[in-house]
């Protein structure tokens, strides 16, 4: 059964800094290209980032450009999203998701519970 | 960026009505185009890809439709259990984009 746990979420500062991980099993995690998406409260679905099978390529939503990284480390079959110069608007659940297959890389076939990040002073 | 718009945002329907949610691109993404069932407090759920193949236990009264812009989410026999929002996304360019939620509620 594929499972993905999320965690590392809480409450932080304006321009603070946070790392979410994601922890994989079920599946060969170093065979999926990886993603988070965030949801604000009472909101709609945003996709913030995505990591090639072998971290080699990554791509981001234009919001966070810059100040997020996706990464992750096959070996301990986990994702992570560093995330620094955090904004309220960053507020929301952040879900790990898994895509849909080896082939079709960029829709999602799993989702991780979520994770719920808090920006405010 | 590829804008996503659903409609309509929110029904009531019965059970055992047929609903139809629509999802239409800002440009065309061919058959790169899913849906998702989310629930409150809960994570989506996948049920269809490339706008019209129904994920593995996904029961068949979903389906999908449509290609290029427009593109279409039927239930054709609406279930308790089917009372959610649903998302359409587009994954033909960067960024991944998604609709805004047609939330499904009873009458």
């Known amino acids: 059964e594929v499972q993905l746990v999320e965690s590392g979420g809480g409450l932080v500062q304006p321009g603070g800094s946070l790392r979410l991980s994601c922890a994989a099993s079920?599946?060969?995690?170093?065979?999926?290209?990886m993603s988070w998406v965030r949801q604000a409260p009472g909101k709609g679905l945003e996709w913030v980032a995505n990591?090639?099978?072998?971290?080699?390529?990554?791509f981001y939503v234009d919001s966070v450009k810059g100040r997020f990284t996706i990464s992750r480390d096959n070996a301990k079959n986990s994702l992570y999203l560093h995330m620094n110069s955090l904004k309220p608007d960053d507020t929301a659940v952040y879900y790990c998701?898994?895509?849909?297959?080896?082939?079709?890389?960029?829709?999602?076939?799993?989702w991780g519970q979520g994770t719920l990040v808090t920006v405010s002073s | 960026d590829i804008q996503m718009t659903q409609s309509p945002s929110s029904l009531s329907a019965s059970i055992g009505d047929r609903v139809t949610i629509t999802c239409r691109a800002s440009?065309?993404?061919?058959?790169?185009l899913a849906w998702y069932q989310q629930k409150p407090d809960k994570a989506p759920k996948s049920l269809i890809y490339?706008?019209?193949s129904l994920q593995s236990g996904v029961p068949s009264r979903f389906s999908g439709s449509g290609s290029g812009t427009d593109f279409t989410l039927t239930i054709s026999s609406l279930q308790p259990e089917d009372f959610a929002t649903y998302y359409c996304?587009?994954?033909?360019?960067?960024?991944?984009?998604f609709g805004g939620g047609t939330r499904v509620e009873i009458k």
């Open positions: 440009q065309g993404v061919g058959s790169w």
């Open positions: 079920g599946f060969t995690f170093s065979r999926y290209w």
């Open positions: 490339a706008a019209s």
């Open positions: 990591i090639k099978q072998d971290g080699s390529e990554q």
């Open positions: 996304q587009q994954y033909n360019f960067y960024p991944l984009t």
């Open positions: 998701a898994r895509a849909d297959s080896m082939v079709t890389t960029r829709n999602f076939g799993y």
